[in-house]
């Protein structure tokens, strides 16, 4: 995603930030994010948040009433959402995997109706161990951002 030029300074900052560490910019000191940032769908929902925006340098933002909450992903979702999965967020592809071999192998079992369920059971089951995992050493802490102004 380009840049215009107003919010240069901000997106430069962006692309110092590390992968996957959690930015808060209060809402008092930027009300706004720069035109650049576009809202998305592509992202897990938080709770408390109101909406999720894309923007530069592979931002992801959730906007809450009183601040946003920023990372930067190694690959940008909406540029290459298959790239993104296998880079930032292999646990839903692997659970996917994971289930439709399930159900395949449950089918040729002869299980039937059984076969969707079993998938559906080892997808859900798969991605919640790999939430715990992606978890374990993570520091979900935000860390108060400084970001350069921008207008």
């Given at each position: 995603?380009?840049?215009?030029?107003?919010?240069?300074e901000?997106?430069?900052?962006?692309?110092?930030l590390?992968?996957?560490?959690?930015y808060?910019?209060?809402k008092?000191?930027?009300?706004?994010l720069p035109?650049c940032f576009?809202?998305?769908?592509?992202?897990?929902?938080?709770?408390?948040s109101?909406?999720?925006?894309r923007g530069?340098?592979?931002?992801h933002?959730?906007?809450?009433?009183?601040?946003w909450?920023?990372?930067?992903?190694?690959v940008d979702?909406?540029?290459?959402?298959?790239?993104?999965?296998?880079?930032?967020?292999?646990?839903?592809?692997?659970s996917?995997?994971?289930g439709?071999a399930t159900?395949?192998?449950a089918k040729?079992?002869?299980?039937?109706?059984?076969?969707?369920?079993?998938g559906?059971?080892?997808?859900?089951?798969?991605?919640?161990?790999?939430?715990?995992?992606?978890?374990i050493?993570e520091?979900d802490?935000?860390n108060?951002?400084?970001?350069?102004?921008?207008?």
């Amino acid at each position: 995603m380009k840049c215009s030029e107003p919010c240069r300074e901000f997106c430069r900052w962006i692309e110092t930030l590390p992968h996957h560490k959690k930015y808060v910019l209060k809402k008092e000191e930027h009300p706004k994010l720069p035109n650049c940032f576009k809202e998305t769908f592509l992202g897990e929902a938080v709770p408390g948040s109101v909406r999720q925006l894309r923007g530069p340098g592979g931002s992801h933002v959730h906007e809450f009433p009183d601040r946003w909450v920023l990372h930067r992903d190694i690959v940008d979702a909406d540029a290459d959402p298959l790239g993104h999965l296998l880079s930032d967020a292999p646990e839903y592809l692997v659970s996917a995997l994971a289930g439709l071999a399930t159900a395949i192998f449950a089918k040729k079992q002869r299980a039937g109706r059984d076969a969707l369920l079993a998938g559906w059971s080892t997808a859900a089951f798969m991605l919640l161990l790999g939430k715990m995992g992606k978890t374990i050493g993570e520091d979900d802490r935000e860390n108060e951002g400084k970001a350069p102004p921008f207008s």
